[in-house]
Structure formats: structure tokens, C-alpha cells
């Protein structure tokens, strides 16, 4: 069975950090991308960024870059999902998405 699962999400304040997993099961992680989406309360699902199966390549969105990275463990089939300076508009639920898959979200919350 193919599944996924996110955690690390919390509450914090502005300018705070959070690190987020994604660990996939029941298939060959390494070959997959993974990738990040977000979803506010009351608005539509965006990307937030994603990593290829190696981990050499990295893409976020432009409203986020500078402030998250992507990076992976291959060897504990983890995806994290690292972000700084937080501003109460990245205050959403956060899934990872691969092998047509999604996995539960974990959601973070900032504010002052």
C-alpha cells in the first residue's frame, strides 16, 4: 500500500522556522518526486515546491523563495520541507504529493 505522511507542522510566531516531513511508504521513494502544496483556509491549493528523486534538483515558487528549501533522505525516504522568516500568510495546511498520492497535510499556523 502506497501512503504518505507528513508531520511537523505547529504554530509560531512571525519570523519563526518549522521543518516539515514527508515519509512515503510501500514504493521505491528515490525514484519519485515529491512535491509540496499548501492550502489556506478559503483558497485554492498551490505549489509550493518539489524535489526530484535524487534530490539534485530543486524548484520553489517565487513567493517563497529565499524562505523554504527542499531537501531529502533518500535512506529514510523523507522529503523536509525547511522554512524560515514565517509570515502569517504561509498559515495553511501543508501536503506533500508523490507517486499519485497525497498524503494527510499537516498544518501550520503563524502568528504574532
Known amino acids: 500500500q502506497v501512503f504518505l505522511v507528513e508531520s511537523g507542522g505547529g504554530s509560531v510566531q512571525p519570523g519563526g522556522s518549522l521543518r516539515l516531513s514527508c515519509v512515503g511508504f510501500?514504493?521505491?521513494?528515490?525514484?519519485?518526486?515529491v512535491t509540496w502544496y499548501r492550502q489556506a483556509s478559503g483558497k485554492e491549493r498551490e505549489l509550493v515546491g518539489d524535489?526530484?528523486?535524487?534530490?539534485?534538483?530543486?524548484t520553489v515558487e517565487v513567493s517563497v523563495k529565499g524562505r523554504f528549501t527542499l531537501s531529502r533522505d533518500n535512506a529514510k525516504n523523507t522529503v523536509y520541507l525547511q522554512m524560515y522568516n514565517l509570515k502569517p500568510e504561509d498559515s495553511a495546511m501543508y501536503y506533500c504529493?508523490?507517486?499519485?498520492?497525497w498524503g494527510q497535510g499537516t498544518l501550520v499556523t503563524v502568528s504574532a
Open positions: 504529493y508523490s507517486h499519485s498520492t
Open positions: 510501500g514504493f521505491r521513494f528515490c525514484d519519485y518526486i
Open positions: 524535489i526530484s528523486g535524487g534530490g539534485g534538483t530543486v
